[in-house]
């Protein structure tokens, strides 16, 4: 039987999970023709089918959770520049304009039109992290930059290919001003064939049940997210939720902490995150445009009503976002932005923290707060360039009813992955003498926070390192009488001088040999430690996940007990 939107539920569900399968389909064919190991091995990208409005169709499962924004923002702009009959089948755009998209211009947007019977039918696009776009920044953590002028080329919607045609004269531009050219245009070319594919993919289904049908059918599918949001908001008491943290600073300004201030307010069905009291932006690359403030409200919205559903417009109809300009969430036109994704992790925190009043069986404690991750970068000795980069886990917070996750990523960046050792040092001139769990980060608690990682890297030539920790005056928080997580840190070591403990620090040079040791952050802990099982305290000092004096001092703990 036929709904009331024309569409029948077995079409409906065929489309459903047709359209998720072709995102999917999409990032697979990314990840096998990419040449970068942050592509093909960390993940940092996402893949999504976007409608002739700029609405999210779909996206890929296990894509970068503050992506959830922005892909379409990168479409409507061209659609806006080109106009709907400015598109030809074959045509390929490329964007990563700062002041559209809001984030660093290493993540570059790749789309292509999808047309079914000569009718534009929609759009494929995604997301992936470039080794390099040029500009002074090598690599991520840098904050040197004051203005997005620095951070490398800007493209706004520019068709690298026309109608099936390369545009040689825009080819020749980014292989010429990016440090790593092969890298980044094998990167191109993987994202030009998986929205190629993409493309093609949705114009088959287009063409199987008609283009009335299919949108009728995904009108059903957001119709049904919608309700099944607004029914979990309807179950959360109504009133005016308000909570504040900190970071640590700007990377530049090092006395100047920056305030992260949420309001949110649930009434009947709709939820409101305001960031009216945020920090102002910052003179330094720690800004976000608005899609950086409306990821970071999308990722605590969807975690709260809607985990387990497929990504699209419909799951955001029940939230609105306050977000007035000039705040670190929404800097304005030129501002530097290159570190746009550190605040955003805390900020998630905060707002999750201000609902924790009204869903004390549900928010977790603080979990580790950062983008935590490496750039060494260099010469090898054959003269060519070499750029390491890797993300890290920390610990989660601890929960209502158990622990929090160990050595697991951000919360904003989903289901993406460290690289594997061997590979790096198949790849690059470092050996990684450790990569273990770190005793005692996590925050003590009847549920105790999950525990951060060790990690040191040995340099085998002399080379440079960005470092950038966060949240190291305030660390991860406890929730319910639960202790704080263990802050992030990082100690060089080198043998012709003394251990340098470093928060931030930007192009420090290394010699043969030195190390650099990162201590990640542990997750807060949940509940009063004292009601902590025996039996659960004795196994985490069994594992090494307590220390004994630690289990001493915060659960009461002795040998034999």
């Known amino acids: 039987m036929t709904n009331a939107t024309g569409a029948h539920p077995i079409t409906v569900e065929v489309v459903r999970n047709s359209i998720v399968a072709f995102a999917d389909e999409m990032a697979n064919a990314l990840c096998k023709a990419a040449y970068n190991m942050m592509i093909y091995e960390v993940r940092d990208f996402c893949c999504g089918l976007i409608d002739t409005q700029g609405r999210m169709i779909s996206q890929n499962r296990g894509g970068l959770p503050i992506f959830l924004a922005d892909l379409g923002v990168a479409v409507e ?320 917070g601890g929960r209502p009813t158990e622990d929090g996750e160990d050595a697991s990523v951000s919360v904003c960046q989903g289901d993406v992955r460290n690289t594997p050792v061997e590979l790096q040092e198949i790849r690059y001139p470092v050996l990684v003498e450790e990569h273990a769990l770190r005793e005692d980060s996590g925050g003590p608690g009847e549920h105790r926070g999950g525990l951060g990682v060790r990690i040191t890297y040995r340099t085998l030539t002399p080379c440079k390192v960005t470092i950038n920790c966060e949240r190291t005056q305030v660390p991860p928080w406890g929730l319910d009488g639960g202790g704080d997580g263990a802050h992030n840190i990082a100690v060089i070591h080198s043998d012709s001088a003394a251990d340098r403990t470093v928060f931030k620090g930007t192009e420090i040079p290394l010699l043969k040999g030195d190390s650099v040791t990162f201590l990640t952050a542990g997750g807060g802990g949940y509940g009063d430690p004292l009601k902590r099982p025996r039996a659960e305290i004795s196994n985490d000092v069994a594992q090494g996940f307590v220390s004994a004096d630690n289990a001493s001092k915060y659960y009461g703990w002795r040998v034999g007990a």
């Open 77 to 396: 702009d061209g659609i806006k520049r080109w106009g709907l009959d400015g598109f030809k089948p074959g045509d390929i755009l490329i964007m990563n304009h700062g002041e559209t998209c809001g984030q660093h211009l290493n993540n570059v947007v790749l789309y292509a039109p999808c047309f079914v019977n000569g009718e534009l039918v929609a759009f494929a696009a995604n997301r992936a992290h470039w080794v390099d776009i040029g500009g002074m920044r090598i690599g991520f953590g840098s904050s040197l930059t004051t203005e997005i002028f620095a951070e490398g080329l800007q493209m706004r919607s520019l068709k690298i290919y026309e109608a099936g045609v390369r545009n040689e004269t825009l080819w020749q531009i980014i292989h010429d001003n990016v440090r790593f050219p092969d890298a980044c245009l094998g990167d191109m070319r993987a994202q030009i064939a998986s929205c190629q594919l993409g493309a093609r993919r949705y114009g088959e289904l287009v063409s199987r049940y008609t283009r009335p049908v299919v949108e009728a059918c995904i009108d059903r599918i957001w119709d049904q997210a919608d309700m099944q949001v607004r029914s979990v908001i309807e179950k959360i008491p109504d009133g005016v939720y308000v909570a504040e943290s900190a970071m640590d600073n700007d990377g530049r300004n090092l006395d100047q902490p920056i305030k992260i201030k949420t309001t949110v307010t649930i009434k009947g069905s709709t939820m409101t995150v305001d960031f009216s009291e945020m920090n102002p932006q910052t003179h330094s690359p720690l800004n976000s445009g608005k899609s950086g403030g409306i990821a970071a409200a999308r990722v605590a919205f969807k975690a709260i009503t809607s985990p387990e559903l497929d990504v699209h417009d419909g799951c955001f109809r029940a939230l609105d976002v306050i977000i007035p300009e000039g705040t670190i969430v929404s800097a304005k036109a030129d501002a530097a932005i290159g570190l746009w994704s550190i605040a955003l992790p805390t900020t998630i925190d905060t707002i999750l923290k201000a609902l924790a009043p009204a869903l004390p069986h549900v928010i977790p404690a603080a979990h580790k707060g950062d983008m935590g991750g490496c750039s060494f970068y260099g010469f090898r000795e054959d003269g060519s360039r070499f750029l390491l980069l890797n993300i890290f886990g920390g610990g989660w």
